[in-house]
Every structure is written in structure tokens, then in C-alpha cells.
């Protein structure tokens, strides 16, 4: 059987029980049935300045960050200490991708 013929199967049961126990959408929409999905968790800072300006590592590199970088500062000087650990098991992958960003220029 086909995903369109058992998504139509589907949809005709639903509307069958809904029909049968006189509820309309509104009343699913009421009893929270389509409830928003939960907002995705934040990722942790990984470099942050002064100002406190923060980078979670991912993506391209933000503008105080290149400047830094540029005038001959490391990223690492920003780098966040990680609660419960060194995160030395993941360092290796941050250093690659600051790399990466950097053009190759970042010296670790």
C-alpha cells in the first residue's frame, strides 16, 4: 500500500471518529492537540569578549571575532571554559572549524 493511500485511509478515519463524538477542529485546538512544538534548546556560548559579545562556534565567524582574529589575536584567547570538563574531546572539531573560518589562518 502506498504512503498517499494510507495517509487518505488516515484521514478518513479521523474525520469518522470526529464525526461520530461531534468534535471539530476548534475543539482539538482547544484540548491542546496541536500544541506549537517546543522551541529548540540554546546552544552554550563557546567564545565571548568583554563586551560580552558571544560565539556558539557554529556558522560564520561574527565580525568582533574576525577583527580580533585579524589584528592578531586568537580565538582561543576568547575561548568560554566548559563546566564539568575540559572539553578536550571535542576541541580537536572547534579548532578545525575556527580554522576553516579563519581562511587557514588561525595557528593553534
Not at 471518529?17 to 482539538?28: E, R, T, V, W
Not at 586568537?74 to 578536550?88: D, I, K, L, S, Y
Request: net charge neutral; charged share 20%; glycine share 12%.
Amino acid at each position: 500500500m502506498s504512503i498517499e493511500i494510507e495517509r487518505a485511509e488516515a484521514i478518513t478515519w479521523i474525520r469518522i471518529q470526529m464525526a461520530q463524538h461531534g468534535l471539530s477542529l476548534s475543539d482539538l485546538q482547544a484540548a491542546g492537540c496541536f500544541a506549537e512544538p517546543p522551541a529548540p534548546l540554546p546552544v552554550a556560548v563557546r567564545y565571548r569578549n568583554a563586551h560580552g559579545q558571544g560565539w556558539d562556534g557554529h556558522g560564520a565567524m561574527p565580525d568582533w571575532l574576525q577583527r580580533a582574529v585579524n589584528a592578531g589575536q586568537t580565538v582561543e584567547h576568547f575561548r568560554v571554559p566548559v563546566a564539568g570538563g575540559n572539553g578536550a574531546r571535542r576541541e580537536g572539531v572547534f579548532r578545525f572549524e575556527i580554522k576553516r573560518l579563519a581562511g587557514g589562518a588561525a595557528d593553534f
